[in-house]
Structures are given as structure tokens and as C-alpha cells.
């Protein structure tokens, strides 16, 4: 492309219209376009209304903590909340109690843009720069009928986790959460303007997502509906354009969003400055809804190929049984949580041991099974009805095993981490002392999130121990 034609804003209609949506959806459709989904496209209906997701997260976190802050009370931001909070409490509590508002508000209705994203299927990986989960729900209920089967990575600067693999090479949609996602842990998602700032000078450090940005350097990007001000829209097209911006040799980014057309000077600084920037002067879901359309409407094409991958030989166990994994043990009846566990685990960049080839007993075995428990970080069995039975069963030997291990480490570091997956008590399991006389955690509702979180914590504690 010209300069003169990558600085052009897109018009309403027209030749060149169409030849700007043909080829964003031949892009699309060879796999080379990654968009970066902002807070304007989460808008939500509640009590016969639509209104922002974080308009409504803002009130509602004001109710929850019992403040009243200063500015208008129909269009508060989070950043208002907590501070009218930090004059009162622990600014930490804004963490949790939000993410508590966020889990109650999980029955709304997800937003129609986020699902149409869903439905373009070369799509493969979605950068969001929000804290909620609607995206991932969507591609979820879009493509593997309401499975959580969406891989999920959040990025944080004090966890910086990055992409497993380059963006060819991802065998399942994913959704990278840019500043972080909702949990418990205070600072690792972005509530404020000061945890946005934190975000985005980790995000220019040694410790940066640098596969993830790699990825956007290489690939058109669509930013859609950003919402940020002036100098954090900025950095998010320079973030798209890891060379400077006059450089003309790389990629495009597509840019739909409001406050490109409000803001003049913003509006300069792309023209003028950023030359492999597309500007469409338009509401994000008004973009999105055009890009749906446009792209089901476009001949379909054969989904690029994946180069085969080798399956390890089934006398072995998996190569990731290394050094300072988690050992993850289970019944066999629960082997899909226990799979879905060591995903999350592995999308946090923790190594995992997980017996995915059911190799049977035999003394070869066990000692391989012992072996990897002295060489292993944490050993996390999941306990569920299934780990009550009578019977024979296999995962009862790596129990004993990791009870004659625990013993070689000090009291005070963790390594036995059981972790109940249904409403089993510590008590059903009184003759294991082994597992009752420790900490359980639990898995909630399915959700894995928490649980690597947790996890990722004691993993760290293992390490510095």
C-alpha cells in the first residue's frame, strides 16, 4: 500500500470501501489478522437498558463498597470508585470485591458483537484489553457449545505470561488478556489508571509478552473499540507496530473506534505519524457488525494446514516430566478436569507432569512415578466421589509415594496441594492423614482460573524455598 492510502480514513461507502473490506476479510481468512477487542464492544443489557460493561461495574462496585464518590453517579469509572475507597480502606479490597460484582453480573446476556467475532472462525487468537470473561463465553458458546474450551492467558506485570506458541502453531482459540483478568489477587488485573500505567510499562520491559508482540508486529491488527484517552491509544498502535511508526514495511492496523473521530489530536498523530494505520471512522460495533456480514458473505475457504505433530511413544511418559513440574493425580474419571487443570497450568508457563498415555502399573513404572515426585515442584491430586471408591485404584500409588516424598522437605514448604473438584470433605478422607491434615483447595463452578493462580503462588513459594 501507498502512504498516501494507509493514512486515508475508510468512507461510509463506495469502491474503495469494498476493496478495504475485501481484503481485511481475504486477510482474515488466511489467517493473518489479530484483533484487540477494547471495552466499547462489551455493552451489556440491563434493566431494559445497554449501557457499557464498565459503566455498570462502576456503580455496582460503588454500592458493594459503601462510597460515594465524587463526579457524576450515572457515569462513574472504576478509577473513581477505588479512589473515593483508598480514602477509607485498603485500596487491596477494591480487588476482590470486584471481582465478586463481576461473577454476579455473569448472567447477563453476552454482547451480540463479541458473539459475531465468535462466529468468523479463522479468528484464532483474540488480545482483549478487558477484565471480564464475555469474550472467552462467547467463543465458547459460538464454537464449542458452551464448553470452556477457549485457552485463556492472562498477562500481569508481576506474572508475565505469554503466548505457548506462535500464532500458526495454536491448536485452539485463545484469548490473551492484555491487562490482566477479574480474580481475587489484588494488582493483577488493571482497575485504575495507575494499575494502566503499571500494565503498560511492564508491557515496554524485559519481562514483555515478547512472543504475543512479536505476533502483533508480524500480523494486521483490528483495534475495535479501545476506549482509552488520547496518549493510551497511541501506545496501543505503537504497541501493534513494534518498529517505528513511519516504517512502511510491515503490517497495517485497522482502527474502528470512537474516539479516533472525537479526539483532533488523536486524530493527527495517526495521519500524520502512523502510516501503516487504517482509520474507520465509526461505532466498534457498527464495525463489527460490517465485518460479520461482510466476511459471511465472502466465498469460504479451506482453514490453512497444521503441520502434524508427533505424539511422544507410549512407554513414556510425557516430556514435560521434569524438574519443578506440578504433579497432577487423578481418578481416571476425572481425567477432563484434570486435563483442562494442566492447560491452565501450561498457559501460566508452569510445567506440568500429567499422565496423559495411561501407562499401566509395574515396577519400572512406579519408580519413574517416584522419580518424577522427588524431582517435582508441588503434587496436586484432585479429590472427587471417584477418589472415594473400595476398589483397587492406580492413583492411590502415587498418593503413597508422594507421602514417603514429603517427608525430604522442610514443614514450612508446600508440596502436597490436594484440590477438591466436587463437594468432598477433608473428613470422607480421615484414614489418608496424608491429604486431611493439609490446606485444600477447590475448584469452582469448573472455572480454572483461580486454581492456577493459587497454584502459580505455591509454585513460586516451592521454588524460593
Not at 480487588?95 to 484464532?124: G, S
Request: overall charge negative; some cysteine.
Amino acid at each position: 500500500m501507498s502512504a498516501d492510502a494507509t493514512r486515508a480514513s475508510i468512507p461510509a461507502s463506495g469502491k474503495r470501501n469494498d476493496a478495504f473490506w475485501n481484503t481485511l476479510v481475504a486477510l482474515i481468512n488466511a489467517g493473518r489478522v489479530i484483533p484487540i477487542v477494547g471495552q466499547d464492544l462489551v455493552i451489556v443489557e440491563h434493566e431494559n437498558r445497554r449501557e457499557p460493561l464498565n459503566a455498570l461495574l462502576a456503580r455496582r462496585l460503588a454500592e458493594a463498597l459503601d462510597v460515594q464518590p465524587e463526579g457524576d453517579p450515572t457515569n462513574l469509572t472504576l478509577t473513581q470508585v477505588a479512589v473515593a475507597y483508598k480514602q477509607v480502606g485498603d485500596l487491596q479490597d477494591v480487588y476482590a470485591t470486584l471481582h465478586n460484582v463481576l461473577a454476579e453480573l455473569r448472567t447477563l446476556a453476552i454482547p451480540e458483537p463479541l458473539l459475531k467475532l465468535a462466529r468468523i472462525l479463522p479468528l484464532q487468537l483474540f488480545v482483549t484489553t478487558t477484565i471480564d470473561d464475555f469474550l472467552q463465553r462467547a467463543i465458547d458458546q459460538e464454537r464449542h457449545g458452551g464448553r470452556a474450551e477457549t485457552q485463556v492467558i492472562s498477562y500481569a506485570p508481576q506474572r508475565a505470561n505469554d503466548l505457548p506458541r506462535p500464532l500458526v502453531d495454536l491448536e485452539q482459540s485463545t484469548v490473551f488478556h492484555l491487562m490482566g483478568r477479574a480474580s481475587g489477587t489484588p494488582f493483577e488485573y488493571a482497575v485504575t489508571e495507575e494499575d494502566v500505567l503499571e500494565f503498560v510499562r511492564s508491557l515496554e520491559s524485559d519481562e514483555r509478552p515478547r512472543r504475543l508482540l512479536g505476533e502483533l508486529d508480524d500480523n494486521h491488527v483490528l483495534i475495535i473499540g479501545s476506549g482509552y484517552s488520547d496518549w493510551l491509544s497511541r501506545f496501543f498502535v505503537r504497541l501493534a507496530q513494534q518498529p517505528r511508526l513511519l516504517s512502511m514495511d510491515q503490517e497495517t492496523t485497522v482502527i474502528a473506534d470512537r474516539s479516533v473521530s472525537s479526539d483532533p489530536a488523536l486524530h493527527e498523530f495517526l495521519s500524520q505519524f502512523s502510516l501503516r494505520s487504517r482509520l474507520f471512522y465509526a461505532d466498534p460495533v457498527v464495525f463489527v457488525d460490517e465485518l460479520f456480514q461482510r466476511w459471511q458473505a465472502a466465498p469460504k475457504v479451506e482453514p490453512r494446514p497444521r503441520e502434524a505433530r508427533p505424539m511422544p511413544p507410549p512407554d513414556k511418559p510425557p516430556p514435560e516430566s521434569h524438574a519443578w513440574a506440578v504433579f497432577v493425580s487423578y481418578a481416571s474419571e476425572d481425567r477432563a478436569i484434570a486435563e483442562k487443570l494442566s492447560n491452565g497450568l501450561r498457559a501460566a508457563q508452569i510445567p506440568v507432569w500429567f499422565d496423559r498415555w495411561e501407562i499401566k502399573g509395574g515396577d519400572l513404572w512406579a519408580a519413574e512415578i517416584e522419580e518424577g515426585l522427588r524431582n517435582c515442584s508441588l503434587f496436586a491430586p484432585l479429590i472427587s466421589k471417584h477418589t472415594l471408591t473400595a476398589g483397587a485404584r492406580y492413583f492411590r500409588t502415587e498418593w503413597d509415594a508422594a507421602g514417603r516424598v514429603a517427608p525430604m522437605f522442610r514443614p514450612s514448604r508446600p508440596f502436597i496441594v490436594p484440590i477438591a473438584i466436587d463437594d468432598t470433605s477433608p473428613e470422607e478422607l480421615s484414614d489418608y492423614p496424608l491429604l486431611t491434615k493439609r490446606q485444600w483447595e477447590r475448584l469452582r463452578d469448573g472455572q480454572v482460573d483461580e486454581l492456577v493462580d493459587r497454584i502459580r503462588q505455591l509454585f513460586r513459594k516451592a521454588k524460593a524455598s
